[in-house]
Structures are given as C-alpha cells and as structure tokens.
C-alpha cells in the first residue's frame, strides 16, 4: 500500500480577456461563489449592484476584493491592471473636485 498526498487544490483562474472577463460573466460566477460561501440574499444582492454601479476596472476590483482568496485573475498584460486602476482612481479624483457644470474651455 502507498500513501499518497492529496493534490494542491488549484484555485479558480478566470482570463479577463476571454468570455468569462465579461463584467456579467463575472457577476454570474461572484454569485455563484457568494452562495458557496454562504452569503445572504442581500449581501449577494449588494455584490451584483455593486458589480454594476461602476466602470469595468470598478467590477473587477470588486470581484478581486471579494473573491481574490478563490481565483487568480488573468490578463494579458499584468501592467494593464495597474495602467486602468491608475485612470480609475485620477478619474475619481478629478469627478470629485471638479464639478461637472465648470467650463474651463476658456483656460488656456
């Protein structure tokens, strides 16, 4: 007889440049590992809407916060991640000190 060590289990890998990078194929398997994980009707509620309040890097960042200690995230290029949550958060930036009535086409 031989003992023999179960295998590492691998963690969930999804490719953000394939079809399961889609925001709602996304939203689709957060639900299904919030339900896995035991979360109520309005947690999982929360996730879905939260999924969809924002932009895409919004949505992956999400699912990442969430679910990061399930599944690895792939992309093509790991800088592009960096490049997108560096617009993201100048965009934000620039959304909450600069109001959208202000007209600064004469500056210049």
Not at 10 to 36: H, S
Request: charged share 25%; glycine share 10%; net charge negative.
């Amino acid at each position: 007889m031989a003992i023999i060590g179960k295998e590492k289990r691998t963690r969930l890998q999804i490719d953000l440049t394939g079809p399961e990078g889609n925001v709602f194929c996304l939203i689709g398997t957060g639900l299904r590992l919030g339900k896995q994980l035991g979360w109520n009707k309005a947690k999982l509620q929360e996730f879905s809407e939260g999924m969809m309040s924002q932009d895409y890097t919004h949505a992956v960042e999400l699912f990442d916060h969430h679910f990061g200690p399930y599944c690895d995230l792939i992309m093509a290029d790991p800088k592009q991640h960096k490049e997108l949550v560096s617009q993201h958060t100048v965009d934000t930036i620039a959304k909450a000190l600069i109001p959208d009535d202000e007209d600064f086409s004469t500056i210049g």
